[in-house]
């Protein structure tokens, strides 16, 4: 392909902690990926890093009555728009599909990098943010954080994804969001324009239980199956119940639903994604059915909302 097209450098991956490393470093116009990677869960990390470079992607499929990824996996029917091919494929379609895509209009890079967010002040809020997501939740933060403005509320954030994908997760989040996104760390102290990410790794991400408020991570086994557990942010917050904005994002299973009843009856406000905008309608589907959220919210108001409650 570099003979056809001068000037052009090839990368090679064979895992997706590999490609996705590349991809980060190197920012591609177009990647060729296989199949299987598409059907892992941490796939969903390659998705938010190719949204977030304006990498055109095509899956290749062992063969022609190969299931598509797309037709078993819900991060890959919302819309995210990808081509198959397989390899039995001729060499001239493969090129064909990558004229196709390379010569597609491209977004203006030189725009690219941290957005303004919403216009506030360190003063204007009065209460710290806890989000916690699953499946489809890394396009979803991406889709909140970009609305934070520079000075936002202290915010937690737990994301399940693989244990070697949380540093990528947090520089993904850096990238787009006006305020600094940070992996989090023991005793760290929760300061305004700061965002605390616990993803991937194998401790669980809580609060101290005394002011100032700081973060604790603390070892031991799953909770609600998952390491780091949402229910571990949401429960460990209970003190400070008044001063909690918590929400819970799509994802499957129902960790997080147990947390936010206890604080929702602790006096916090508490939110859950909606069914349409949500990928996968597992977490919040148990957060609103058991009264633990008292508000649905769609994705593309939830920043909105969030911050609001936090002035409260």
Same mark, same amino acid.
């Given at each position: 392909?570099?003979?056809?097209?001068?000037?052009?450098?090839?990368?090679?991956?064979?895992?997706?902690?590999?490609?996705?490393? #590349?991809?980060?470093?190197?920012?591609?116009?177009?990647?060729?990926?296989?199949?299987?990677?598409?059907?892992?869960?941490?796939?969903?990390?390659?998705?938010?890093?190719?949204?977030?470079?304006?990498?055109?992607?095509?899956?290749?499929?062992?063969?022609?009555?190969?299931?598509?990824?797309?037709?078993?996996?819900?991060?890959?029917?919302?819309?995210? @728009?990808?081509?198959?091919?397989?390899?039995?494929?001729?060499?001239?379609?493969?090129?064909? $599909?990558?004229?196709?895509?390379?010569?597609?209009? &491209?977004?203006?890079?030189?725009?690219? +990098?941290?957005?303004? +967010?919403?216009?506030?002040?360190?003063?204007?809020?009065?209460?710290?943010?806890?989000?916690?997501?699953?499946?489809?939740?890394?396009?979803?933060? &991406?889709?909140?954080?970009?609305?934070?403005?520079?000075?936002?509320?202290?915010?937690?954030?737990? #994301?399940?994804?693989?244990?070697?994908?949380?540093?990528?997760?947090?520089?993904?989040?850096? &990238?787009?969001?006006?305020?600094?996104?940070?992996?989090?760390?023991?005793?760290?102290?929760?300061?305004? @324009?700061?965002? $605390?990410?616990?993803?991937? #790794?194998?401790?669980?991400?809580?609060?101290? #239980?005394?002011?100032?408020?700081?973060?604790?991570?603390?070892?031991?086994?799953?909770?609600?199956?998952?390491?780091?557990?949402?229910?571990?942010?949401?429960?460990?917050?209970?003190? $400070? +119940?008044?001063?909690?904005?918590?929400?819970?994002?799509? +994802?499957?299973?129902?960790?997080?639903?147990?947390?936010?009843?206890?604080?929702?009856?602790?006096?916090?406000?508490?939110?859950?994604?909606?069914?349409?905008?949500?990928?996968? $309608?597992?977490?919040? &589907?148990?957060?609103?059915?058991? @009264?633990?959220?008292?508000?649905?919210?769609?994705?593309?108001?939830?920043?909105?909302?969030?911050?609001?409650?936090?002035?409260?």
């Amino acid at each position: 392909m570099e003979s056809t097209y001068p000037g052009m450098k090839v990368l090679l991956a064979n895992n997706l902690m590999m490609a996705y490393n #590349q991809a980060e470093a190197a920012g591609p116009v177009f990647a060729f990926v296989e199949d299987g990677f598409t059907k892992l869960p941490e796939f969903e990390m390659m998705l938010a890093l190719f949204s977030a470079l304006d990498t055109r992607w095509v899956a290749v499929m062992d063969s022609l009555g190969a299931t598509p990824a797309r037709k078993s996996s819900p991060l890959l029917n919302v819309g995210a @728009g990808i081509f198959e091919l397989t390899k039995t494929d001729s060499p001239v379609q493969f090129s064909q $599909y990558f004229d196709m895509m390379v010569k597609a209009p &491209r977004r203006d890079q030189t725009r690219a +990098g941290k957005r303004n +967010g919403a216009a506030g002040s360190a003063t204007d809020f009065k209460k710290i943010i806890l989000i916690g997501s699953s499946t489809g939740g890394v396009e979803a933060l &991406r889709s909140v954080l970009v609305g934070f403005p520079a000075q936002c509320p202290p915010t937690l954030i737990v #994301q399940h994804t693989g244990k070697n994908f949380g540093q990528g997760l947090v520089s993904l989040l850096d &990238r787009i969001c006006a305020a600094k996104v940070l992996p989090a760390d023991d005793n760290m102290t929760l300061e305004p @324009g700061h965002v $605390y990410v616990a993803a991937g #790794q194998r401790r669980h991400m809580g609060m101290t #239980q005394r002011k100032p408020m700081r973060v604790r991570l603390k070892e031991g086994p799953p909770i609600s199956g998952h390491m780091p557990s949402v229910d571990a942010l949401f429960t460990s917050a209970v003190p $400070y +119940g008044k001063e909690v904005v918590a929400t819970i994002l799509t +994802g499957m299973g129902q960790d997080g639903a147990k947390g936010l009843l206890a604080l929702r009856k602790a006096g916090a406000t508490t939110f859950a994604q909606d069914e349409k905008s949500s990928v996968v $309608y597992g977490m919040p &589907r148990v957060a609103w059915e058991t @009264g633990a959220a008292e508000k649905q919210v769609s994705l593309a108001r939830m920043a909105g909302a969030l911050l609001q409650a936090a002035k409260a």
